[in-house]
């Protein structure tokens, strides 16, 4: 019998740790790389947006319930665009019938629980090494493959060869928490407005994250102004009917992009995943739902056989893209559409803008392709 393999994953932020604990359930070898201390992957101010399609991979990986007493849960979705007064709100009844029984249609969870459940998990497994690079190199061990997960402007994707599809959307998302009075609870919102869509996330009874899109310029004289003005600029694009308390925690700034890198399909034993690989303009919060995807396409992959070996890694680059690519242009066409149509004041696109709003709240069909299609991707059926 072949020896295990050893993998390495390069980037231990959420995609790569998640990955680790899905290979771990594989007779393989899996080394957890990371720059940053365990400490510091853990805390970091950043919320995520979670979809049905991501709960179902969680639960195939044993994780869903460990996160249960940490999600913050969202029944309605409003969708409102500014500069036509229009405004829909999604609700439970639109789900497909095979979700409408979890009784919601997404959940929110911050970074540092969900870290810290990961890492749970990763010191319970026998087959997971957290470990540096350093420590890699004195003790030369050698890699079978290696996963880049690495973030979307990483070194690694500089110094390896690949194709770099990339739009640049020159805009920047201003993230905080603020308690709001005023709010329907248990309700998310989109808000198009001509600088960039503005996104309320739930996180307690009152306590929202700001997602808030506009140019980078700013974004960042936003960061860097006082914060009684800040909360005094961000009332007045709220809805009228909310009442803004205070700001928590932090602020931060991070870039928005879209681009998709290919690498030259050849047999060097190395592939990109998460964001290394694709990232959205955060609208719709696809960006780590889509990078876990990855994840069980990857152990869909492998766990094929019951052993890994080294023939089966011949043809898994080719495997790995080609199951993921229509995934991934979906969501880009997707994305990028919404911002160019909903996102600017061009009155142009004025009259497809209000017709939108008019068949989605007229047409019960559209609201099921567009709330479905937004929380279960095209692959939710083939998640086993």
Request: hydrophobic share 40%; with cysteine; net charge positive.
């Amino acid at each position: 019998m072949e020896s295990k393999l050893n993998f390495k994953i390069i980037g231990s932020g959420p995609t790569g740790i998640l990955l680790a604990i899905a290979l771990s359930k594989l007779n393989l070898n899996i080394f957890l790389t990371d720059l940053l201390s365990k400490e510091k992957l853990i805390h970091k101010e950043k919320t995520y947006a979670l979809t049905h399609s991501t709960r179902k991979i969680l639960k195939k990986f044993n994780l869903w319930h460990k996160l249960i007493p940490y999600l913050f849960c969202f029944d309605t979705l409003s969708i409102t665009d500014t500069l036509t007064s229009s405004y829909s709100t999604l609700t439970i009844s639109d789900l497909d019938d095979d979700i409408n029984t979890e009784n919601n249609i997404g959940w929110v969870i911050k970074h540092s629980d969900l870290m810290n459940v990961f890492f749970q998990e990763v010191g319970k497994k026998k087959n997971i090494f957290f470990i540096s690079d350093q420590k890699i190199k004195r003790e030369k061990i050698s890699f079978d493959y290696q996963f880049i997960s690495t973030g979307a402007n990483s070194f690694d994707k500089r110094v390896l060869n690949f194709l770099n599809i990339k739009k640049i959307y020159r805009q920047s998302c201003l993230t905080l928490k603020v308690l709001i009075r005023g709010h329907e609870r248990g309700r998310a919102y989109e808000i198009f407005r001509e600088e960039g869509p503005l996104a309320l996330l739930p996180l307690d009874k009152n306590l929202y994250q700001i997602i808030w899109t506009s140019s980078t310029y700013k974004s960042l004289e936003r960061l860097n102004s006082d914060k009684n003005l800040l909360m005094d600029n961000l009332s007045t694009i709220l809805p009228p009917q909310f009442k803004l308390d205070q700001m928590v925690g932090e602020v931060n700034v991070f870039p928005v992009s879209l681009s998709l890198k290919l690498p030259l399909f050849n047999f060097k034993k190395y592939i990109y995943v998460g964001d290394s690989f694709h990232t959205f303009h955060p609208v719709g919060g696809q960006g780590l739902n889509t990078c876990w995807r990855d994840v069980n396409c990857i152990f869909d992959i492998f766990n094929k056989n019951l052993f890994v070996k080294k023939r089966d890694l011949k043809l898994f680059k080719f495997k790995y893209y080609s199951n993921r690519i229509i995934d991934i242009i979906a969501t880009i066409v997707i994305t990028d559409s919404l911002i160019t149509i909903f996102a600017n004041g061009n009155l142009i696109l004025f009259p497809i803008r209000k017709l939108s709003f008019f068949l989605l709240n007229k047409l019960v069909f559209i609201r099921k392709i567009v709330l479905n299609q937004m929380t279960k991707s095209l692959i939710y059926s083939k998640i086993k």
